[in-house]
């Protein structure tokens, strides 16, 4: 990630702010700073999402294909995540600069969504062990401005909230080859369950407080933080500490109900809020990157 | 401004792509309309200022749009000069498109004939006629609304210009469309709408135009009534059906004789499938590709057997009779066969049908029954209101569909050709229903013609084999000035003779790519029809250039041989050369100089020493196996003035004829051994494949019931068992015999030496292992590749590359092949429609020969005419019945001490049976044996109580 030089008086400065829970940019320790989320942008996939938070840029746009399933899960679809850093996002991404970062995102996401209670991937079957539905999550990173898991997660949900996935009949032949029969109105599409997909949440800790949607300033300043996948029922499903520092026993803990119960759960009430609003919306001229 | 357009769509391999595709709207398309000050065009002159309306429904001036069903399923009424300021949506153009190819290449080409008619409005791309889909919507709701969208657009957009003009005056925009619920959106939109029926009728100056109306979407009410046929299945279920090997694909012919009766010829089987009875043959015309569904093996039938015609004199209306009157249940017969029932329908081969209508009871009424001439087609239901006058017309008739509730198909006349009985007319129906190319040479083709006068120049006969200085001379049929082939014979030594064959130069007139070969191409032969000759190439070079005409110096390709004078063969050459022919002799003027001792000139001499050679060359032949099949061939002596036949000749057989022919044969199989050496890829052959065993088993049949075991095994053994098939009491018995042979036999076909394994290349009537056809370039085309490859083979020429490909080679035989089939048929045809004309006003007692004996008739021959006719044994008055006793194994039909077997000489009495002046056709009745009931008398005996002579010989 962008490293940011800064003296000790700047840190000195940012330690005190988190402590007086008054931070450089006026947030208390559990402000998001604004996101600006756009679904539907890419008419070339079945579904993506543009977000804004702050100054860290993201697109996503997932592709769905028909494939065989998994022998070991003949009645399931899956998702494969691939997330792409820009060169454009900092100059050292530049060449194989990050794949790092990249595979370190895609392993979370994947993790994240591994469990159970996220998505009902048996949604995404056609015809058990013959055909399924593949969605490939193609993670775009346009610009690093902190806090890069959030603003993936966010995303990711966003897109896979508005994929369409085309209806598909399984007109079956006598033989042993199935028939498959594409609708052919294109609004004739089913929309995934997307309420439990997990939101991820990032924690660092800056001295004895920790806080959420850090700026590269103030990621510069912790040691140690965890990023924290929470699903729309509240449950943790994945989760990873970040920073070269270490964390207490008690404050791992407090800092997972704090995530857990709180902040998860409020963002992805207030997602799920926003996206259903930006759907009943009557202006259907996408914004994009025209702004 | 840009939107996009966004579909799913399925690839081959199974995968769903989401494809989007940018679509961009315009704010600059024009209108199109004279009256439009705001687009901005010029010399738009298609929608007129102030339109003439000659409808009674909608009197005020109006530009039309039509729907895309209008365009689908009335083509042929769009093609009248009647539409005049119409605008075609680019969406209706495209959806036909989509829809149906055919209509769309139509529809191109009125708007290309009548550009000053239609406009297309491109309103898919006019940024305030593009609608987008709406979810929940129909592609056809979509377009339907597209439709409507454009015009309400227009309707505002032509206000908007003629303000101020008196509102009866204004040009509105008329929706012609025939879906009900868009007819009712559009009405609720304020936009005048009427379906395209009454729209046609209410044009009061095209009152025939309504005629062309196609029936199948006038919104009858057939829905209510019973089906009568079972339903097809779908395109997917009969796609796996024949995927999975449940159903059969094959194209579907229906039988000549018993219109209940069809088969099916699946690929890759050598029995077809029978199909019985109007369920099973469920709605299918013969030639079109059908699946087919096999019967439990326990359900399998034989053909009946008995010759039923669809003899309704009146309609039937959509009754179907009780079939088991018609079809005699024979599942326990010996011969039974794959029998199956008709599951759908894969590709139609609908046409155009040439025919008249049936009298119908109620001439005023508007549903006609239409009978088209080839028989094997079904009655078609037409609507028309000029039944009266179409009564006495050939009309041409096209189907548009076949409900399942109709007994007979659902078509529209598209045109009269003229009046029934007229040669004119029913020569041009003949060509028409044979697919026969007879319209005049365009002016492309005309201009590769060489001007006249034409000349040989110094160059080309320095380029050529001089051969001026031989005695060569041409035996031709009398009347023949297209001369292709010429001959000459010449003593080099007592025992070695030169002999040669020089055939008309045509490949030097009609050089490849040009407009006259590929018209050549096309029409593949002359036909020969009784009084009129359809060229292959322009009469300049077919009776002039071309011809070998005497003292005229013409440029031939000659094959000489050095024979000895056993006739064989030392010495084979083939050249381009110059000839000039000495005589031109008919068959009979060339067996004079033969017979007559006193001719002693170098022609005559030549001519004996010629059919010496052809006497054992012939026998070589026939020694090998080559058979001599008979086909009765007759000549019409025709009348000078009336051009109608006055008396019939057969042709007879003259041993010159068989000279000429046994040169030609030789020259034949010498360049298709030839061509074939140097060309093994691309070579145009001809090959008569042997025929099956099961295709001779009638003939079998028939051999037995006179006794005679007959020998099929190879070709050679067949010619020597008709050869001792002779009865003495039966002199005509053995040339049946050989008739019937000739029926049994695979049609010759040309190919392309690439496509074939060689051992197939056999011609089994001709018993020569490769043959092709060299000697008649002037009315084959065929014989104009092969000599366009000999050249290339001797370095007269050079090749081109379409000569070389194996696959364009295959493809003109393909074409060849079949227009040397229709112009078989149609010189066919063109024999029975004299024999028709002869017939008009005579009634003659004829000897004939019974060809097959059938359930409930008699097949017979009239050699005389070589006509074939069926006696229906069921008496004269039509109820009384006779006791008529089938033996099917003999066969035979015994009643009372009459027993009449195959071959038996009978006389029949040959009328014209003109009950109907519409519906003519030759009526044979049996005279000898006399059978009470069945028998007429012979005319000889003046009958004045006679009805049916007295009615002939009143109605002329």
Redesign the interface.
Known sequence: MAEILLSEAEKAFIHHGVQDDLRCDGRTRLDYRPIILETGLVSNASGSARLRLANSDILVGVKVELASPLPDKPQEGRLEFFVDCSANATPEFEGRGGEDLANEICRFLQRSYASGDTINLSELSVLTGQQCWVLYVDILILECGGNLYDAVSLAVKSALYATQIPSIKVATMDGDQPELELSDDPYDTKRLNTQNIPCVVTLMKIGNHYLVDPTPEEECCSSSGIVVAVSGNKKITAVRKIGSGSLHPDSLVSMLKQTGSEVGAVVNTILMKKLLEEETLEVSQKVGFMR | MLT?K?????TKR???L?V?REHYLRDDLWCGSELCKKCGQENSDVLDKSPVSSSTLCAFPHYIVIDTNIVLHQIDVLESPAWKNVILLQTVLEETRKRSTNNYKKLREIMATRKDSFYVFVNEHHKDTYVE???????NDRNDRAIRKACSWYQTHLEESQKGTDKKKQIKVVLLTQDFKNREQACNEGIPTYKVDEYVKSLKDFPDLQEKLAASHSESNNENREPLYPEHLAP?RIM?GI??G?LLQGVFHSSRENFLEGTVSVEGQDKSILLQGHASLNRAVDGDVVAVELLPEDKWTSPSGIVLEDQEEQDPGDEIEKEEKLLIDSTKSKDRQPTGKIVGIIRRKWRQYCGILLPSVLPEGTRHLFVPAERKIPKIRIETRQAVTLSSQKIIVAIDSWPRTSRYPLGHFVRALGNIGDKDTENEVLLLEHDVPHHSFPETVLACLPSMPWMITEEEVNRREDLRHLDICSVDPPGCTDIDDALHFRELSPNLYEIGVHIADVSHFVRPDTALDKEAANRGTTVYLVDRRIDMVPELLSSNLCSLRPDQERLAFSVIWQVTADAEIQKTRFTKSVIRSRRAFTYAEAQCNIDDSLQQNELAKSLRGLNKLAKILKKNRMDKGALQLSSPEIRFEVSTETNDPIDVISKPMLDTNSMVEEFMLLANISVADHIFKHFPECAVLRRHPVPPASNFEPFLKAGKTQGFTLDVSSNKALAASLDAAVKPDNVYMNTMLRILATRCMMQAVYFSSGTVAQVDFYHYGLAAPIYTHFTSPIRRYADLLVHRLLAVAVGADVTYTELLNRKCAQQLCNNLNYRHKMSQYAQRSSVALHTHLFFRHRVQDEDAYVLFVRQNALQVLIPKYGLEGSIYLKGNDGDSKLDFVYNPDEPSQTCGNVTIRTFDRVVVQVSLDSKYVQHQKIAVHLVHPKIAGLSVDAIEIPKTDEPRTKKLKGGK
């Open positions: 996009s966004v579909f799913l769509r399925k199974g995968k769903v989401k989007v889909r709406k979810p929940g919507e129909s592609a997917t796996s995927k999975s449940k």
